[in-house]
Nanobody, 122 residues
């Protein structure tokens, strides 16, 4: 089955940077649109950024000009470069295969992978 392993999270001070990685297997990654979602403590899951199979990107307003999403189809890997991190970015970050059929019925946060914790202190 499909597997997703997120990594790269950690604890940083405001203004710091992190690079998240999602290593995928068990499906044709190159044919799939992908997304990074996050779940802040006590809040709902939210989309951070999407990247299509052709490399087209979308960013939530909160991520624009600070985060960059990317993919390496040869390595079945997706990235999220996060700069100028702020306390509001504290969350568990998940990668999501948004174009697979199950994505329409499964929750984006907490179902596909274990996520990676990002904690930003003031």
């Amino acid at each position: 089955g499909m597997q997703f392993v997120e990594s790269g999270g950690g604890s940083v001070e405001a203004g710091g940077s992190l690079r998240l990685t999602c290593k995928s297997s068990g499906f044709v990654f190159a044919n799939s649109d992908m997304a990074w979602c996050r779940q802040p403590p006590g809040s709902q899951c939210e989309v951070v950024a999407n990247i299509g199979k052709r490399g087209n990107t979308y960013y939530a307003d909160t991520a624009k000009d600070r985060f960059t999403i990317g993919r390496d189809d040869a390595e079945n890997t997706m990235y999220l470069q996060m700069n100028d991190l702020q306390p509001r970015d504290t969350a568990v970050y998940y990668c999501v295969p948004v174009s697979v059929p199950a994505a329409s019925v499964k929750p984006p946060c907490g179902y596909w992978g274990q996520g990676t914790q990002v904690t930003v202190s003031p």
